[in-house]
């Protein structure tokens, strides 16, 4: 924790100074270069890709820009996949490293540096770390779409909150996010822009199999999201003895200890498949294009399910409301196999990370209860085996 809060001191410090020598740079007026930074993680990058197909149509054939995107670099290899053949560069920018290394920040900053902006789009604001490396660049203009008119209280965060951007737009209230997405492309000028859910072209056959088979990925971006792993080993005994499929489990190399758990619960162990860690993201994604139906954590599994149309069935938090499920873009076309969100009944902390009055997330006493106990949110650990085979049941009999 310590180091933590010395490395983003350090790393105020440093955003300061580069601002303040910025602002005495002299503008040539001559820069045509946006820069699009992605903080998010994969699953994040996935809902963004019909989008950026905007950014890239408006900012770059229409108005002429240089695009310029940074982004984690699992995502830019999404984004290499999706639009091999569009003119954009990608500079790979970890928010997480950053927050534990200041050497990492100082190396994502010069990289940055040696461009020329002219445009700065936060696509997505959430944290002050986003806004510390942002108001360090150098830029004409600097835009963010934010979820609320709310302040933050510390008041670093106040600062660069008020101080980082000369324009900001505002989300509609309990809007998810494709339409957010959508509706900053129209606030930036894109009139004609309407959402859908994003498509990922069909890459190789590597991953084809023989014989059918369902996915299952246990893990998330944090271990509160992640549904207990016995829970699991039930819902997979259940589908492979009720529809005659294999069960392969994907995920991360840090989700190994989620596969063997659920491996070691089940009764049909012989028909488990562990591909945690052992996939490239061409092969993670045919994986679940050729699955009969994905069952997972809120994580990016069950956008890349969607993106490539696999029914998927998602254990859904409730710490961001409804933001990401379920999908409801500008237009829903007629081949779309939009993701079933399963959820427990309404929880009182709903929506903590979004709106709170204390801004705490998890503040509730239950769920701090939970997670101190069980390593689970409670929004989370509430939903029941029986919750997730219906939804299953119901995808199934939909689309096979």
């Known amino acids: 924790m310590m180091k933590s809060v010395v490395v983003r001191a350090v790393e105020v410090a440093i955003s300061l100074v580069k601002h303040r020598r910025n602002q005495e740079k002299k503008d040539d007026g001559e820069k045509k270069c946006l820069f699009l930074p992605l903080f998010g993680m994969i699953g994040d990058g996935v809902l963004f890709m019909d989008a950026l197909s905007g950014y890239l149509s408006y900012f770059h054939d229409e108005l002429g820009y240089d695009i310029v995107i940074g982004c984690r670099r699992q995502v830019g290899e999404l984004i290499k996949l999706v639009y091999p053949d569009k003119a954009y560069e990608i500079i790979e920018m970890d928010r997480n490293r950053m927050q534990k290394s200041v050497r990492e920040f ?10 020329d902006f002219d445009i700065i789009i936060n696509v997505r604001e959430r944290m002050l770390d986003e806004n510390i490396l942002i108001y360090a660049l150098s830029a004409s203009r600097k835009i963010t779409f934010r979820n609320n008119t709310k302040e933050p209280k510390a008041f670093v965060s106040r600062f660069f909150h008020r101080n980082t951007y000369g324009g900001i737009f505002y989300a509609d209230p309990d809007s998810e996010q494709y339409r957010r997405y959508g509706k900053l492309l129209k606030e930036l000028g894109y009139s004609g822009y309407k959402s859908h859910v994003s498509r990922i072209p069909v890459i190789s056959g590597r991953m084809a199999k023989s014989k059918p088979y369902f996915v299952v990925s246990p893990g998330a971006s944090s271990e509160k999201k992640c549904w207990p792993q016995d829970r699991f080993s039930e819902i ?26 659920i491996k070691v619960n089940m009764k049909n162990r012989d028909r488990v498949y562990n591909y945690c860690g052992s996939t490239e993201m061409d092969e993670w994604i045919e994986l679940l294009r050729n699955a009969r139906i994905v069952i997972s954590n809120d994580s990016a599994s069950v956008h890349i399910a969607a993106s490539v149309q696999t029914p998927a069935v998602c254990i859904a938090p409730q710490h961001d409301g409804f933001r990401f499920l379920p999908y409801q873009p500008d237009e829903v076309m007629p081949d779309d196999v939009l993701p079933y969100s399963v959820r427990c009944d309404r929880v009182n902390c709903f929506d903590c990370r979004i709106n709170n009055s204390r801004h705490e997330t998890y503040a509730d006493p239950e769920c701090r209860k939970s997670i101190e106990q069980k390593r689970v949110m409670k929004c989370i650990e509430k939903i029941q085996v029986k919750d997730v085979l219906d939804a299953v049941y119901k995808m199934m009999s939909r689309y096979t």
Do not use: V
């Open 236 to 261: 997979c005994d259940k589908i492979i003895e009720e529809y005659n499929l294999d069960l392969y489990i994907s995920g991360s190399d840090i989700d190994q200890k989620y596969a063997d758990t």
């Open 106 to 115: 100082w190396d994502c900053l010069n990289r940055l540096n040696g461009y």
